[in-house]
């Protein structure tokens, strides 16, 4: 499966953002996916993983509460809303796939989208 990410942009702290990534490929709908970010000089982190139902979904503690994962599977899609953002969130987001059970592991995950900037201003 071939993804791509947009949505990103410039928000201030406390404002919302919907990241979407859009997946090509006929077995979408029976792959895991996940949202992954990266800030300048630190390692990718997790941010949240669905299954491939959409019936189970797994969040980083930093975002719970704030994120919500979902998807689509009828479109091909899978969505994170970002409420509530502060500046820590500033980071490239990635979604990324797995044709497995999800993980908060990158290493995880064999599909990746290319990634939107996220920034929040204080």
């Known amino acids: 499966v071939q993804l791509q990410a947009c949505g990103g942009g410039l928000v201030q702290a406390g404002g919302s953002l919907r990241l979407s990534c859009a997946a090509t490929g006929r077995t979408f709908s029976s792959y895991s996916m996940a949202w992954f970010r990266q800030a300048p000089g630190k390692e990718r982190e997790f941010v949240a993983a669905i299954s491939w139902s959409g019936g189970s979904t797994y969040y980083a503690d930093s975002v719970k509460g704030r994120f919500t994962i979902s998807r689509d599977n009828a479109l091909n899609m899978v969505y994170l809303q970002m409420d509530s953002l502060k500046p820590e969130d500033t980071a490239v987001y990635y979604c990324?796939?797995?044709?497995?059970?999800?993980?908060?592991?990158?290493?995880?995950?064999?599909?990746w989208g290319q990634g939107t900037q996220v920034t929040v201003s204080s």
């Open positions: 990324a796939a797995t044709p497995g059970d999800y993980s908060d592991s990158y290493y995880w995950y064999d599909s």
